[in-house]
Structures are given as structure tokens and as C-alpha cells.
């Protein structure tokens, strides 16, 4: 089991940026493939972008050009670098990482992100 800490949400002017971070506990960091989701209101959680174990990324249509995940496998971290942000895309923002050795998913308890004037 890996216990993941999202951080770094809060309230951002549209147009502006956030950056959010997600500490794994985990031994085995290189065995998860990583990501970053996110759940507006009223609606069902999305992918935004995603980053194998061999740094091979993926991004949301939606996010391409403006957003940038990347992981730091020594600190055992993930990020995700939101510029011009849009009002739509105030969500509950999900740290996701998958097991490649079980198979399984696992998740964060999220981190709001607010994007309004």
C-alpha cells in the first residue's frame, strides 16, 4: 500500500497559475506510474495528465500546452504545473498512482483548486 499527500490547492484567479504536488510513501516509487486528476462539481472524476515510470507523459486534450507533470523519483514525488487556468477547471484535484507489480490503483484525498475573479 502507498499513502499519497496531495498539496497546493487554493483559490487562483482565472488566467493564473497553481502548482500541486503529491509525496508518495512508498519503497518502490519506480514500480507506480503516477498521475493527476480531477472531479469538477456535479461530474465524474477525469484524467488530467499522467507520467509513466519511464517519464513517458499523457495529457488531457483539454490541458495540453498549458498544464506539465513531471515526477522527481528521488523525492518520490509527483507535480503538476497549471498555467492560465480556466473557471471550469475548478475541481477537486486527485493524486493517482498505479502499482504495476499489483495492478491496482490508488489515490489521495485530493486538494481543491478554485479558479474564479
Known amino acids: 500500500q502507498v499513502q499519497l499527500g496531495e498539496s497546493g490547492g487554493g483559490l487562483v484567479q482565472p488566467g493564473g497559475s497553481l502548482g500541486l504536488s503529491c509525496a508518495a510513501s512508498t519503497n518502490i516509487f519506480t514500480r507506480y506510474h503516477m498521475g493527476w486528476y480531477r472531479q469538477r462539481p456535479g461530474a465524474q472524476r477525469e484524467l488530467v495528465a499522467t507520467i509513466t515510470n519511464a517519464m513517458i507523459t499523457n495529457y488531457a486534450d483539454s490541458v495540453k500546452g498549458r498544464f506539465t507533470i513531471s515526477r522527481d523519483n528521488a523525492k518520490k514525488t509527483v507535480s503538476l504545473q497549471m498555467n492560465n487556468l480556466r473557471p471550469e477547471e475548478t475541481a477537486v484535484y486527485y493524486c493517482?498512482?498505479?502499482?504495476?507489480?499489483?495492478?491496482?490503483?490508488?489515490w489521495g484525498e485530493g486538494t481543491l483548486v478554485t479558479v474564479s475573479s
Open positions: 493517482n498512482a498505479y502499482s504495476i507489480l499489483a495492478g491496482r490503483n490508488f
